[in-house]
């Protein structure tokens, strides 16, 4: 791309990341632990560079994660979709013990939410160091502010580019501190993120501290660029791929594959096409085929409408590269106008991988294939050898391991982590080290799973210095098998030959293990056959009613009810829950009397039986808390929810769907019909 007009912009900004007022405070302070800082840097959807060589214009991660640091080329995601793989980061478990299996998952928010209080921020924080969080939370737990870390800066309007709403919390003392937030109209995520982790950085060092802080930014998943209501979207940005018309079919159509770039970035790969991996782009894979894949890929093939649409999502997702690398550089370069870079340990990676029309799969993730699990992993620091490359079989919860050894806080965290730090690995080796051999002593294989329905699987991927294959186990009772060495781009399922069924038979209860292990017994190979994989029953819009919303049964009744107010639909992990488009009306029906809860208002309901909770600030598309007592009449009438978008400017009320009346209804914890 030519970025050659760019470069000033660029340098300009840069240079602001050291003009913060701290500057002059970190120099100054005595007595500092001297204890590695840590910087862990998640994107967002961004698959192992397996067709675009980004490399070539990602000259930050080149420079100084790639011949600076080591790269770990079999590095996979526990979990292939963005919520379950960043709790998982997050508590160092496998989502089968985090209780968060898929997104938006009613109980898998409940399950997480009771424990993000006890994550690797506040065993780092009870260990001595600063901690911060910033960007991306877990998601549907955007309302919910966890405890333990020094610093809070999750984003609570995740999806806009131009127009993220975050937190701005600081603990300086047991106690809570106030709700506080901010909203970043106008600034890029790509801006502000390096800044903001720069700008804590330095409020470590003013304390003397070490720093850990996890950077999460959106780039290169899905989003738009501004809000929050339709009319304020330009007809290029990728709110509009939800309300797209299939020029092929004539059928409307979401095909959502593209973020927002920054405007500078934004043309730099205008007329460069997907690439199409011959075999493998818009050709499903022979052998037997699971259940699920049947339903999941095209049957026709790809029209020439969604090649072109591929084409646009590649064009935007590079371009939003352009800004991850310009915040990696922001980032990095502060860290050196610190005078600290060569005390941070810095990694780089992604929650989930994509695909984008291989295996006829349109675009998206959640399948145990390469695309899907397979992801870039780059660590930087001190003593770690630069242009490196390791055949580590590696997962986000070795990172979390890791982390936890490198600050020496085995102490504050649970004894016993799903994941194994590879520290030792990698840190202060000879330049004729042998990674092949020590990769064999230190593990031979990495776990994956995932919860959806009948897309509800298990993966052993098996690395050592004679084998790589993969074993995928379904809970359909359907297999795969994949020899990576000869099919490196699984083209050919080849369980029904003979070392398709060796290895079936001698990995089934391995994955079957692997899938109920907790602690260090997920890094042991151990075979005890149980039952077939059960089918995650996901809830679907019909019990999620018009939005996440939670509706907590007690007693066979409604006592709670607790949401982001979105609109969404839920058929799929990739036709999405689009978040950060329109400002809403919250609309309770107590017995056909309606209480209105607005954005615009610190939360308030004229029902005094109704308490709300959570406080709701100024933006669009935030999230609402309310209870409702179990003695109160609520319970005996019916209980609707309606959603209709609010025009900020005029406060002018607008139902969704083209004027569509969407309330469902709920009569003692049931759906019933309107009153």
């Known amino acids: ?68 640091g080591t790269f770990f ?74 405890a333990g870390w020094s610093h809070w800066g999750g984003f609570i309007q995740t999806y806009d580019f131009y127009n993220a709403s975050m937190y701005d919390m600081e603990w300086t003392s047991n106690e809570d501190p106030p ?25 470590a060092s003013s304390l003397g501290k070490p720093f850990f802080i996890s950077v999460t930014p959106v780039m290169p998943h899905w989003g738009t660029c501004y809000g929050p209501g339709p009319v304020d979207y330009a007809p290029t940005d990728p709110f509009y791929e939800f309300k797209l018309v299939d020029s092929v079919t004539g059928k409307l159509r979401a095909f959502p594959t ?9 043309h730099a790969f205008d007329g460069q096409s997907n690439p199409h991996i011959p075999d493998v ?25 969604e090649q072109w649409r591929e084409d646009i999502g590649f064009r935007n997702r590079s371009a939003a590269l352009l800004d991850l690398d310009f915040m990696l550089g922001v980032i990095i370069e502060g860290l050196e106008e610190m005078a600290v870079l060569d005390n941070t340990y810095v990694f780089f990676t992604s929650d989930n991988g994509y695909h984008l029309g291989e295996h006829m799969m349109p675009f998206g ?52 982590l799903d994941g194994k730090s590879f520290l030792s690995e990698i840190h202060h080796k000879p330049s004729h080290w042998d990674y092949v051999a020590a990769a064999d002593n230190w593990r031979q294989f990495s776990f994956s799973e995932f919860f959806m329905n009948n897309n509800t699987w298990q993966l052993v991927r098996v690395v050592n210095s004679s084998s790589l294959f993969s074993f995928h186990r379904w809970c359909t009772d359907d297999f795969e098998v994949f020899d990576l060495n000869k099919d490196p781009w699984q083209k050919n399922n080849i369980v029904e030959e003979p070392f398709g069924r060796m290895v079936q038979h ?35 819009s019909k019990n999620a009613l018009i939005g996440s919303f939670s509706l907590h049964p007690a007693d066979k009744v409604v006592t709670e009810i607790s949401g982001w107010a979105v609109n969404f639909f839920l058929d799929g992990p990739e036709t999405g829950k689009p978040r950060g488009y329109t400002a809403v009306d919250v609309v309770v029906l107590i017995n056909g009397a309606r209480s209105k809860l607005f954005p615009q208002q610190v939360a308030n309901i004229s029902r005094p039986d109704i308490m709300p909770v959570y406080p709701l600030i100024p933006n ?9 007592p179990s003695d109160s009449p609520i319970l005996k009438g019916k209980v609707g929810i309606n959603i209709h978008t609010i025009d900020p400017r005029d406060g002018s009320v607008h139902a969704l769907n083209s004027g569509k009346d969407d309330t469902q209804y709920i009569c003692n914890g049931k759906p019933c019909s309107q009153p």
């Open 506 to 540: 001698a990995y089934d209860g391995v994955a079957s293990s692997l899938g109920k292990c907790f602690g260090e017994n997920c890094s042991m190979p151990m075979s005890a056959q149980g039952p077939s994989l059960m089918c995650y029953k996901t809830i679907t």
């Open 620 to 628: 669009a598309n935030h999230g609402f808390y309310f209870q409702i």
């Open 1 to 68: 791309p030519n970025m050659a007009s760019n470069n000033n912009n660029n340098n300009v900004n840069k240079i602001m990341v050291v003009c913060i007022a701290f500057i002059c405070s970190y120099a100054t302070t005595a007595a500092a632990d001297t204890r590695p800082n840590i910087v862990y840097i998640m994107a967002d959807d961004l698959n192992n560079d397996y067709k675009s060589h980004r490399l070539d214009y990602m000259t930050t991660l080149k420079k100084y994660f790639s011949d600076g």
């Open 281 to 305: 782009w818009n050709t499903s894979i022979t052998g037997p085929r699971p259940q699920f894949m049947t339903t999941m890929e095209t049957p026709q093939g790809l029209d020439s409408w």
């Open 73 to 146: 080329e079999n590095h996979v995601a526990a979990v292939p979709v963005c919520g379950p793989s960043r709790s998982s980061m997050l508590l160092g478990r496998f989502p089968h013990n985090t209780g968060y299996l898929f997104n938006d998952d009613l109980d898998s928010v409940a399950a997480f939410v009771s424990k993000h209080n006890h994550t690797v921020g506040r065993w780092l924080k009870d260990a001595g160091y600063y901690t911060s969080f910033l960007g991306k939370y877990v998601n549907s737990c955007e309302g919910h502010v966890p």
């Open 365 to 416: 993730k959640g399948e145990p294939y390469e695309t899907d699990v397979r992801l870039p992993m780059y660590v930087r620091g001190p003593q770690i050898q630069g242009g490196i490359t390791v055949p580590h079989p590696t997962t986000h919860l070795d990172i979390t391991a890791t982390i936890v050894d490198i600050a020496s806080a085995h102490s504050s965290a649970p004894a016993s």
């Open 258 to 266: 593209s973020p927002c770039p920054t405007v500078r970035h934004a």
């Open 179 to 203: 709700i506080k937030t901010k909203v970043m109209t106008g600034i890029h995520q790509a801006d502000f993120l390096g800044n903001e982790t720069i700008a804590r950085a330095q409020r």
